[in-house]
């Protein structure tokens, strides 16, 4: 099964206004107002404090409040999140909207922590209701997984033959996005499923099955496909409209492979030189991404990529060797972000800590050489500048040396710099 997505819902900062506390003997509209906007800034400490104020409260504000109360505990992975969210599933919000986001919050919650009894039991109000195209198709998801957890197969096949017709149709259904995500990765309960008898007749519906089936959908206008199948496009390198990426990205925030479409976003802008879009881009995947540091490594190396090139160089560093001091990185990512690192402090000037890096990936990684052959070309340059002329040259010697690539542009440059001093 795929891995979850941290809890942190936080609106885009562009989106929300400044938040500031209540008095004291401020009622509880105000306090469960001010949560929101503590909870929307990413200030989660604060909103609680605000739920907290209102969570009695009679009207649905209470049970919303109950439910943030809920989604912040699981965020912090606090034990008290099961006892706070059952709280809230037994007396839910009115709200349709509300109901659905508690059910899918507390799904999400269950099965990441192993609880497919809860998920279950919990979920059976909210499943098979067909009646809220985005988050309900994904309770019905995660319900049909616990089933199947719990060895109830046939209930959970049952389950998803009975909905997955009627939201393949939609592109907003994330459910169906998740279980097309699941099937490509061979996933046991997805694969139970017999997809000939899933419909084709909408845009959404017939890019989903393109992908099952391994066929061409980029003809298919991409404002009609599901969020899943526009990110499949981005990565594949198929042009993709920013605009309609970010949209998709957004509203489908619940989605547990969201990350994938605000680093597609990212890496977008980034090639259109829209530095400042791609980190905000970047920095949404980071809070939506699972909490595995390999699925983080390309959201903070597009992160730190972005930040540099603002000339935001202590931000980048610090994305960079997020990567490279974590004992788990191996290979190019290492490489790169050394060598990434090498470059923030050449471009600041700083020969002799940018020495240090490129000799590290030059020393260590040049079976990576599109990496290690930069490292020796800036590493010459760096020692050029703090007035080692001869051990420059005799870095370019060793690379001219080692280098298999003598067309490259960087080894033509590197044959014009030592030809020059």
Not at 25 to 43: I, K, T, V
Not at 160 to 165: G, I, Y
Not at 344 to 367: I, L, P, S
Not at 397 to 412: G, L, P, Q
Request: charged share 25%; aromatic share 14%; with cysteine.
């Amino acid at each position: 099964m795929f891995a979850f997505a941290a809890f942190s819902n936080a609106a885009d900062s562009d989106l929300t206004s400044k938040a500031s506390a209540p008095k004291s003997d401020a009622s509880a509209e105000e306090f469960f107002a001010a949560g929101m906007r503590y909870y929307l800034n990413g200030d989660y400490s604060s909103a609680r404090e605000m739920f907290a104020n209102s969570k009695n409260d009679k009207n649905d504000m209470g049970a919303i409040s109950r439910m943030y109360l809920a989604s912040i505990a699981a965020y912090n992975g606090e034990k008290s999140a099961a006892e706070l969210f059952k709280e809230a599933l037994v007396n839910p919000p009115k709200n349709e909207d509300a109901r659905f986001a508690l059910a899918e919050q507390y799904g999400r919650f269950a099965l990441a922590n192993g609880d497919y009894k809860g998920a279950a039991e919990f979920l059976k109000p909210y499943s098979q209701t067909k009646n809220s195209d985005k988050l309900a198709s994904l309770v019905d998801w995660y319900r049909a997984w616990a089933l199947w957890e719990l060895g109830k197969k046939d209930e959970s096949k049952a389950l998803l033959v009975d909905v997955l017709p009627h939201y393949f149709r939609y592109p907003n259904a994330i459910g169906a996005d998740a279980f097309v995500e699941a099937y490509a990765e061979n996933d046991e309960l997805a694969k139970s499923v017999e997809i000939s008898k899933l419909p084709t007749d909408t845009p959404a519906a017939a890019a989903r099955m393109a992908f099952l089936e391994g066929r061409d959908f980029s003809q298919i206008p991409q404002k009609d496909i599901s969020l899943f199948c526009l990110i499949v496009l981005a990565e594949k390198g198929v042009k993709v409209d920013p605009k309609i990426l970010y949209e998709k990205s957004y509203e489908g925030r619940d989605a547990p492979f969201a990350w994938r479409g605000y680093l597609a976003l990212s890496e977008i802008v980034f090639k259109e030189g829209r530095y400042a879009e791609a980190e905000n881009a970047a920095l949404q995947a980071l809070k939506l991404v699972p909490s595995d540091f390999q699925s983080a490594n390309p959201i903070h190396m597009a992160l730190a990529d972005a930040l540099r090139l603002q000339k935001k160089y202590d931000d980048a560093r610090y994305h960079y060797e997020k990567i490279f001091m974590n004992r788990k990185t191996r290979g190019e990512p290492s490489a790169e972000s050394l060598y990434k690192t090498g470059l923030c402090w050449y471009e600041q000037g700083d020969w002799a800590k940018a020495h240090a890096y490129f000799e590290r990936v030059f020393v260590a990684y040049f079976n990576f050489e599109y990496w290690g052959s930069r490292a020796y070309y800036y590493d010459a340059r760096a020692l050029y500048s703090l007035g080692l002329r001869r051990d420059a040259n005799a870095t370019l010697v060793e690379y001219f040396r080692r280098a298999k690539d003598r067309k490259s542009e960087i080894f033509i440059q590197a044959k014009q710099f030592y030809d020059n001093i």
